[in-house]
């Protein structure tokens, strides 16, 4: 099939990942791809949107985001209706520009599919019964778009399983994070890390796009870096445990984060928020306060046997959501 995709391509969020997870097994399954994507100056207004590779022969450049004001947006057309198309993907997301998105899916003859990125039905400004297809990750989401015959549940993808050769804490204890979250989101770690220094020896490896950590500690080491996706888990696997940090919102969200992470089967520890909802509670740690945290933690280095069951159902999990599986499920919409 031909398949084109609407969407953020190359960058950090999870737009882009979904797009990127998806439109590769395409590829892999023989599928032609055309991927139509923001102008790296409009998208880029945006702060967590920052693109990480240049981009592939099949990605054209030809719409512009609204301003995080959501003005403006428009959509340079002739790119995308001087080709036919079997399959058309719409990432919706806050700051696509929706009046031109609904203009141009109207004039598509395909089968046209929306994914659900919004996390309220008042951050949606099109109507979504111009698509075929109703994408949504769980059934949280049918608070965002309601119920009808068009959605489809299709739960986000996973980055396949790889597995580390390291042993638990060999060398030295290392807990390791990465992103650009705010300051205040890494507070529970550094104040659990604080309490645990008087028992362990470790390291806490931080990698952040922007501006360092306002902290200071003997075990603190960070490294201004943007970690690319091909390299993320030889970053993972050199460490012990993930630190995830994610801040309390009332939508409905996912942690792409989360989704690229769990692959590489080292125990990730998170808050509870609502981006963990709906996984596996025994496939990550999630905690509620700093005294939670500082009691799984411990259990985490001292329990053997709870780390494996941990490590057991994250395979599980990752298995049954792998990008292969749910890119196939995208394809049976056709």
Known sequence: MRIGIFSRWNATCGV??????????????????????????????????????????????????????FRGGKIDEEKILERDFDLFIVESYTSIP????????????CTKIVVIHEGSGDD????????????????????????????????YPCVPVKRGSRKFAENILTFI???????????????????????YEFVYKVFRSDGLLPFERGWL???????????????????????LPKGKTDKVVVSSTLFQCLGSLIP??????RHFETVDKDAVVIYTDVDDLVEKLVRLIEDEDFRRK?????????????????????????
């Open 98 to 109: 929706y009046g031109a998105v609904e203009a141009l899916v109207k004039k598509l003859d």
């Open 16 to 69: 882009s990942l979904h797009a990127e997870l998806i439109g590769r097994e395409f590829i892999k399954k023989g599928h032609e791809i055309y991927v139509f994507a923001p102008y790296v100056q409009s998208a880029s207004l945006w702060w967590h949107h920052r693109i990480i590779k240049e981009d592939e022969p099949f990605v054209i450049r030809c719409y512009e985001e609204m301003d995080p004001n």
């Open 310 to 334: 941990v490590i057991e159902a994250a395979e599980k999990f990752v298995e049954r959501n792998s990008a292969e599986k749910i890119a196939e499920r995208f394809l049976e919409l056709r």
């Open 268 to 273: 990730t520890v998170v808050p509870n928020t």
């Open 221 to 243: 080491k960070q490294e201004r870096k943007r970690i690319k996706s091909e390299e993320l888990y030889d970053y993972l696997h050199s460490s012990d445990i993930h630190l």
């Open 124 to 155: 949606i400004r099109y109507d979504v019964n111009i698509f075929d297809h109703v994408v949504i990750f769980d059934e949280r989401y049918y608070e965002v778009v309601g119920r009808s015959d068009k959605v489809r549940i299709i739960p």
């Open 177 to 199: 994070s990465f992103g650009r979250q705010p300051v205040n989101e890494y507070e529970d770690y550094i104040k659990a890390l604080d309490r645990l220094s008087e028992k």
